[in-house]
């Protein structure tokens, strides 16, 4: 039994193909539903959606867009069974890998698509970000996170609205559920899978929603596993107060970068004490 929730907006170019493709890979499972949500497309989008005649289809229309993230938990809101899927509706995924991460589960809570191939490596400034956050995120977990906010997934879903109220309603969703999932200490296998160019025009602002994913990716942290952070801030101070004292030494001979490098490796105890009052606090709220 399996729910599968398809986010939508603006999807006009590849929608329709995409659902029947989707509804003829579902027919291996005995009990299934597909619960698209329109996350109020200004195209052709919604009456395309309304001309599909497809077993077990529930449509849910946001009257605006209001995000992502938001329009995934409607979907898991009103999805039926507690095996839920995630997969965009753009084309970017194929269906049949669902069946693929299927296999793991309930075995798992999580079982992630890990994207593979050109089409997810390519792009400046997106590569970098990627590792930045994957970086982070093992740091944090302990584990490692082949793709931190892949939009494939299969998992439990009545352990997702646990922290429904700590999920991000943006882009950032994927990247939050990967935290929560690892923080807590479910089980989550990723399964590598090829991922495609999409169909249309991407709703994604790379610069604004990588610095949403980075505030969610330390907020998270900050909520879960505080003294890791501080430490890592805490190395970092430290580590340039040792580089600016040899710069000093060596090169320079100045009394501002003297100063700059006994503040910024004093003050390693004070931030990392200030992670230890954040894991009291957390433990005690």
Do not use: W
Not at 30 to 42: F, L, Q
Not at 115 to 132: D, I, N, S, V
Not at 149 to 155: K, V
Not at 224 to 241: I, Q, T
Request: net charge positive; glycine share 6%.
């Amino acid at each position: 039994m399996i729910s599968v929730v398809v986010p939508v907006y603006n999807e006009e170019g590849a929608i329709e193909l995409f659902l029947k493709e989707l509804s003829l890979e579902l027919k291996h499972f005995p009990k299934h539903e597909i619960v698209v949500v329109n996350d109020g497309s200004t195209d052709s989008t919604p009456e395309i959606l309304r001309s599909l005649s497809l077993d077990n289809l529930t449509i849910i229309d946001h009257a605006e867009n209001i995000g992502y993230g938001k329009s995934l938990l409607d979907g898991l809101l009103a999805a039926k069974y507690e095996c839920a899927a995630i997969i965009d509706g753009d084309g970017s995924y194929a269906p049949r890998q669902i069946k693929e991460l299927y296999a793991h589960y309930p075995r798992y809570d999580m079982v992630v698509g890990a994207r593979q191939g050109r089409e997810y490596t390519r792009g400046l400034f997106k590569r970098p970000a990627r590792l930045l956050f994957n970086y982070l995120v093992k740091y944090a977990t302990g584990r490692k996170v082949p793709d931190v906010n892949s939009g494939l997934r299969i998992f439990n879903k009545n352990i997702a609205l646990r922290f429904k109220d700590s999920l991000c309603t943006g882009f950032s969703f994927t990247t939050t559920i990967t935290l929560l999932f690892l923080l807590n200490h479910y089980y989550v296998k990723y399964v590598p899978i090829e991922y495609f160019k999409r169909k249309g025009n991407s709703k994604v602002s790379h610069f604004k929603d990588t610095l949403r994913a980075g505030q969610i990716i330390v907020q998270t942290i900050v909520c879960y596993n505080p003294v890791k952070l501080f430490l890592l801030l805490a190395s970092f101070n430290a580590l340039f107060g040792i580089l600016f004292s040899v710069v000093n030494y060596f090169l320079v001979h100045t009394v501002f970068l003297s100063i700059l490098s006994a503040i910024c490796v004093s003050s390693f105890i004070p931030i990392f004490a200030l992670g230890l009052v954040c894991e009291r606090i957390r433990k005690n709220v």
